[in-house]
């Protein structure tokens, strides 16, 4: 895990839901403070990777003390958690980087994180709502988290670095496998598959991945819905 430093601005008490321990556990580099004034006063000193407000544990929207961050530190990315309930037409979208709303899992938090880390997401291809890192085989889409198989993971970069793009099976078996043979190509139906169950939102209706007739298949890149049409 990065040895970049976490801010987090969160307060422990008996009702409120915090997460220090969750994020120690999964090895990341964390300093708590109280306020959002202490944070102010850290970030300028120490230029953390990330900071997180924990609002609901402050007992408050976390508004006021989001936009004093995002003035003030205008280069560091902030992940802002609003209380349950919150009135989000009258959030301004532009204060922080990632806007979460209680209550969600610390994987979910977890997974924002690590796509906010430099050190993290360095070799990640991000397309539409896709987001693969080569170098761990795992990608995120859809708010699920899975690691591929070398092959499907290889496949996968080819279409996203071809999105809209009508792929010939003979181009991907090249790319993939390094065979010009097209007599057999179950093993890329396969694989093809496998992709779809890991960023489709129904993979028995593809969205993303699709089917071209005769020829192969093609990447769209815009996000959708399990009944969305291609």
């Given at each position: 895990m990065s040895g970049e430093t976490i801010l987090l601005i969160e307060r422990p008490g008996k009702k409120a839901v915090t997460f220090a321990s969750s994020l120690e556990r999964k090895g990341f580099q964390i300093?708590?403070?109280?306020?959002?004034?202490?944070?102010?006063?850290y970030a300028a000193a120490h230029r953390p990777a990330l900071i997180?407000?924990?609002a609901p544990s402050l007992g408050t929207s976390g508004i006021r003390i989001c936009r004093?961050?995002?003035?003030?530190?205008r280069t560091i990315p902030i992940i802002h958690i609003l209380p349950?309930?919150?009135?989000?037409?009258?959030y301004p979208g532009d204060l922080a980087d990632v806007v979460l709303e209680m209550p969600f899992?610390?994987?979910k938090l977890i997974n924002r994180i690590k796509r906010l880390l430099p050190g993290e997401r360095k070799d990640a291809i991000e397309v539409g709502p896709i987001r693969l890192a080569p170098g761990v085989r795992v990608v995120e889409a859809y708010g699920r988290e899975k690691k591929l198989t070398p092959k499907a993971a290889s496949l996968l970069q080819v279409f996203l670095t071809h999105p809209g793009e009508t792929l010939s099976r003979g181009f991907l078996m090249q790319?993939?496998?390094q065979t010009d043979y097209v007599g057999d190509t179950r093993t890329l139906d396969v694989h093809v598959r496998w992709v779809r169950e890991a960023i489709e939102p129904n993979p028995?209706?593809?969205?993303?991945?699709?089917?071209?007739r005769g020829v192969g298949y093609r990447f769209e890149p815009e996000a959708c819905t399990p009944e969305t049409p291609r």
């Open positions: 300093q708590v403070v109280l306020t959002g004034q202490k944070a102010l006063e997180v407000l924990n004093r961050l995002h003035d003030g530190l349950e309930g919150t009135d989000r037409s009258r899992t610390a994987r790319q993939v496998w028995a209706k593809p969205c993303h991945i699709v089917t071209v």
